[in-house]
């Protein structure tokens, strides 16, 4: 990337490139909208969440470099709201128009094996971990870790996607085999109370903001509710919070960077996970926050001055999974309740149709 790429100011009325299509890019695209940006989408399907309210869409496979070429010739700056976008094409982006963050970034992103490396050499803390590219590899990760641990495929998985629990009755055979040949990690256990998350976003001069800790709560590895702020010791807070200044600091970032973390029950703080990108855990900031997350990562994107991150109000947000969105009736009928729908077509078990806020009264 050229210095000037590096620091290009993209002003209002200019393009936005987004790469991936779904509902992150939709409520980016709509605030892009608000600071009077036009959004051009790439990403392949179509009717997505992000083409039914953006300017235009380049409907492609990630890999089609005549229609990234054309993509980039069309667009002012690009950025991700879909982090699996092969390298190849990312760097490829980087050398015709400023793609922030830069690749380097998104190509740690991708790989847990990078993420928990640098994270480690940064003294940042994170679970104990092996790679694993074999049964043998496995075998003996299991020997240093122990039992129980968890086998992630190291790249491409998210919700519970391409992963296997490994406890005493678990076949390291059958284990490897479910990863079919793909290079893996081994995460260790770690006792944990909660988890956590922070979204903190770094301008192109440098500056950051963090929005507070939320806590966050799955089931069957999908983020069901996050409640804001997290209910944490304001030491913990400032912690986690650090953690995630460090890491944008250190990865030389721009953007938004969501931090998944674990509050261990003896009062640490360690980072489970990165996403270079808004995050799920962060769409209370819409109905709740002076400048959301989708705002703050326009502006960081396109080089404006950082937005306040405070909550004006605390919040509690739910995933609407499938056919959870058939309530909508019941939702829109209380009054304190903030729905918003993604606009896709078919609702299927596990699939993010769109999510609910409740705007709380903010405790002291």
């Not at 939709?26 to 959004?39: D, N, P, T």
């Not at 999908?222 to 990865?251: F, Q, S, W, Y």
């Not at 990165?274 to 080089?303: K, L, M, Y």
């Not at 739910?318 to 896709?344: C, M, R």
Request: charged fraction near 25%; aromatic fraction near 6%; charge should be negative.
């Amino acid at each position: 990337m050229t210095q000037d790429f590096a620091t290009r100011i993209i002003a209002p009325g200019s393009t936005i490139g987004i790469m991936g299509n779904g509902q992150l890019g939709r409520m980016a695209a709509l605030c892009a909208a608000e600071l009077g940006y036009k959004v051009h989408v790439f990403g392949p399907g179509t009717d997505s969440p992000t083409e039914q309210v953006c300017a235009k869409a380049t409907i492609a496979d990630y890999t089609d470099l005549d229609a990234l070429r054309a993509f980039a010739a069309d667009v002012d700056v690009v950025t991700f709201e879909f982090e699996n976008v092969p390298h190849d094409s990312v760097k490829l982006l980087s050398e015709l128009v400023p793609v922030r963050p830069g690749w380097k970034c998104l190509h740690l992103s991708q790989n847990r094996l990078r993420e928990k490396t640098f994270c480690n050499e940064n003294g940042i803390g994170t679970a104990p971990f092996a790679a694993v590219r074999s049964l043998a590899d496995l075998e003996a990760a299991v020997a240093k870790l122990g039992r129980p641990a968890v086998l992630k495929t190291t790249e491409m998985g998210y919700d519970g996607k391409g992963q296997v629990k490994i406890t005493d009755a678990t076949s390291l055979a059958d284990a490897w085999a479910e990863m079919n040949g793909a290079e893996a990690i081994l995460e260790g256990f770690i006792s944990f109370e909660r988890e956590i998350s922070v979204i903190v976003a770094r301008g192109v001069k440098g500056d950051t903001a963090c929005f507070c800790p939320v806590e966050n709560v799955h089931t069957n590895h999908i983020l069901d509710v996050t409640i804001a702020p997290a209910k944490i010791p304001a030491d913990l807070a400032r912690k986690a919070e650090d953690i995630a200044t460090r890491l944008v600091e250190a990865m030389e970032f721009v953007g938004l960077l969501a931090v998944e973390m674990f509050v261990t029950t003896d009062g640490d703080v360690l980072v489970n996970e990165v996403a270079p990108r808004p995050h799920n855990s962060g769409h209370w900031t819409i109905d709740a926050c002076v400048t959301s997350q989708f705002e703050q990562f326009i502006r960081a994107v396109c080089g404006l001055p950082l937005g306040n991150p405070a909550h004006h109000s605390n919040a509690r947000m739910k995933n609407l999974l499938g056919h959870d969105i058939d309530d909508w009736q019941a939702i829109l009928a209380e009054p304190d309740a903030k729905l918003h729908l993604y606009g896709k077509a078919e609702a299927k078990a596990g699939r993010k149709m769109g999510h609910v806020t409740w705007v709380l009264p903010k405790e002291d």
